[in-house]
């Protein structure tokens, strides 16, 4: 079965960028989707179709998507975005939701 | 606005059964495939269950085949999780998500705690 790998955790200094990738197998030719999930909150989406961002999302979180690896650039980090990210594919094989294992961002 | 909002949850005992509800409200709920997506505390997110629009096409997660049941009705604007046979492991939050084109659960309610102990 289709299988996604994020890093367990990401730390940056404020201001710095953060990358967090996502691994998948020809993950390019998928839509990766990204969710935020602070604190004792639901997930919100951040990014679709790899490098889209909903409504209110702000211009400094960012997406790729190519070859075997997603990623999301969060510019100028701030403490507010510390958070759990997982990126997502829908997987039309299984037609299955697939979410990656999450990585803890930890503004230092 | 766009909302859905899940209730049911509980604790209930290895063996036993509990509905979850997820009632939306702000789009043409009859538009969307719906997903319930679960959380063990301190875990990652599980994708266990959706449904087509109309209901007619459902799947799941290895993990609660056979034992979990999705269903909606559209009259009523909501979507059901009926749990049966339920194991300690099934402990989580458990999300109900709008699920968008390219499967993008881009709404999601605050989720409803089960406890199975």
């Known amino acids: 079965s289709y299988a996604l790998t994020q890093p367990p955790s990401v730390s940056v200094a404020p201001e710095e960028t953060a990358r967090i990738t996502c691994g998948g197998s020809d993950i390019g030719s998928k839509s990766v989707h990204w969710y935020q999930q602070k604190a004792g909150q639901a997930p919100v989406l951040v990014i679709y179709?790899?490098?889209h961002r909903p409504s209110g999302i702000p211009e400094r979180l960012s997406g790729s998507n190519s070859g075997s690896t997603a990623t999301l650039t969060i510019s100028r980090v701030e403490a507010g975005d510390e958070a759990d990210y997982y990126c997502?594919?829908?997987?039309?094989?299984?037609?299955?939701?697939?979410f990656g294992g999450g990585t803890k961002l930890t503004v230092l | 606005q766009v909302q859905v909002v899940e209730s049911g949850g509980g604790l209930v005992k290895p063996g036993g059964s509990l509905r979850l509800s997820c009632a939306a409200s702000?789009?043409?709920?009859?538009?969307?495939?719906m997903s319930w997506i679960r959380q063990v505390p301190g875990k990652g997110l599980e994708w266990i269950s959706h449904s087509s629009n109309s209901g007619t096409y459902t799947n799941y997660a290895d993990s609660v085949k056979g034992r979990f049941t999705i269903s909606r009705d559209n009259a009523k604007n909501s979507v059901f999780l009926q749990m049966d046979s339920l194991r300690a492991e099934d402990t989580a939050r458990y999300y109900c998500a709008r699920v968008g084109a390219d499967g993008k659960a881009d709404v999601w309610g605050q989720g409803t705690t089960v406890t199975v102990s």
């Open positions: 997502q594919v829908w997987d039309g094989s299984s037609d299955r939701m697939i």
């Open positions: 702000g789009f043409i709920f009859s538009d969307y495939f």
């Open positions: 179709y790899d490098n």
